[in-house]
């Protein structure tokens, strides 16, 4: 269960499948901050 403070909300921008994999592409106030590998809850 998530207890975590809500800081910020993204928006989807793309959804592209690729085989077994879905990539989402997200935009929000923070993802130039976010680097490959980051969990977001």
Known sequence: MFTGIIESM???VSL???GSNL???CKS???NELKIDQSLS
Do not use: G, Q
């Open 16 to 18: 592209k499948n690729e």
């Open 23 to 25: 990539h989402i592409s």
């Open 29 to 31: 106030e923070i993802t």
């Open 10 to 12: 993204a928006t989807v």
